[in-house]
């Protein structure tokens, strides 16, 4: 199966692809996102993302919350995306070339034509947010532009994905990846799906499928760790430096020791998975000898005598002949004198 060339580099890494998504958590601080990128760099991120818009061009004014506003109260779109609006062309060109300094990627999602020409120049591939996934002309648009597309799948359907999918086709770009997400904030556990990724596996066997988060994180960080055995390639979630902040995406947003325990997570699965061949290993080498068993006498046996199956049993080590042989051995005389629960070896016999 043939991956375009961007996946092919990106993914070749025997780990998934870990996207720590600042979105808007630097709270318009430039310093602060500065920040972030350093933890995230340190942690073993491979990109971080942010997130450009303008409020009017996202929502009305009266667009009502679709979060949990225990956790974030602010009453409407409009307001809550106006306060974390500021960052322009200047700072996403500086914050590009910051984390191209820091040697990790930058991106960053655009929500609105504008953003998608900031960005061109700065992205090596466009990340499509969910709520996007219906928003056919801004698709199209990017896809204009000739670069990878990462496109995220939350709250849609089969048919959505197919004509998002067919859209961007259509504009003579073929390199496309799909997040498997689910577009509630925070995601309960029970509401991942993560067997969702195996369907889109399955539906799109010639996409890289991945994962976004919206879950709480968990102490192990076991959600990530399933969906990446469940087979995504890209893992991305968002990303902050303190989890007790409150409102926005600080709640369900992992932190730099989240990624390090994710990290030490996909090294324990590297070392367990090992071979794929059954084959015995050094390290069973004692075992082979030792635990297992041989043929031992249950009784004296004079030389010239025949054995029986009775005058056997067997018992560890295995260092003589293997029960497997019983059959071999039964009928066979002493060659010399065996002694009670002596190993039976084939230089006793005649």
């Not at 303008?54 to 667009?63: F, G, M, N, R, V």
């Not at 306060?83 to 930058?106: P, Q, T």
Request: aromatic residues 10%; hydrophobic residues 40%; charged residues 25%.
């Amino acid at each position: 199966m043939h991956k375009p060339k961007l996946w092919e580099n990106i993914l070749s890494s025997p780990t998934p692809f870990l996207i720590a998504e600042i979105g808007v958590n630097h709270e318009n601080n430039i310093e602060l996102a500065q920040r972030m990128i350093d933890a995230a760099k340190g942690a073993g991120a491979d990109a971080v993302k942010f997130q450009t818009y303008k409020a009017e061009h996202l929502t009305i004014k009266d667009s009502p919350a679709y979060w949990d506003q225990t956790m974030e109260q602010t009453p409407s779109q409009y307001l809550l995306f106006k306060k974390y609006d500021h960052f322009g062309e200047k700072e996403f060109y500086f914050l590009a070339d910051y984390c191209k300094a820091k040697e990790i990627i930058f991106l960053s999602t655009p929500f609105h034509l504008e953003a998608v020409d900031i960005l061109d120049p700065l992205v090596p591939f466009f990340k499509i947010a969910s709520s996007d996934i219906t928003n056919i002309p801004l698709i199209a648009y990017i896809a204009q532009k000739r670069k990878p597309i990462l496109l995220s799948t939350g709250a849609s359907t089969i048919a959505e994905i197919d004509e998002a999918v067919n859209t961007i086709k259509q504009n003579n770009n073929h390199e496309i990846g799909l997040l498997h997400c689910i577009l509630d904030y925070p995601t309960k556990t029970k509401d991942a799906n993560l067997n969702m990724i195996k369907h889109l596996k399955n539906v799109y066997p010639d996409m890289i499928i991945g994962y976004s988060d919206h879950t709480v994180p968990d102490d192990k960080m076991l959600i990530l760790t399933l969906a990446y055995l469940f087979g995504a390639q890209i893992i991305e979630k968002h990303f902050t430096l303190d989890k007790s902040l409150p409102g926005n995406d600080h709640y369900h947003a992992m932190d730099p020791d989240d990624i390090t325990s994710f990290k030490n997570n996909l090294q324990l699965i590297a070392e367990a998975s090992g071979k794929y061949y059954k084959e015995p290993l050094p390290c069973e080498e004692n075992s082979r000898l030792y635990a297992r068993r041989s043929l031992v006498a249950t009784v004296p046996i004079a030389p010239g005598q025949k054995i029986t199956y009775q005058m056997l049993t067997t018992k560890r080590p295995g260092t003589g002949v293997s029960p497997k042989f019983i059959k071999q051995v039964v009928g066979r005389r002493a060659g010399k004198q065996i002694q009670e629960d002596q190993i039976i070896t084939w230089e006793v016999l005649h």
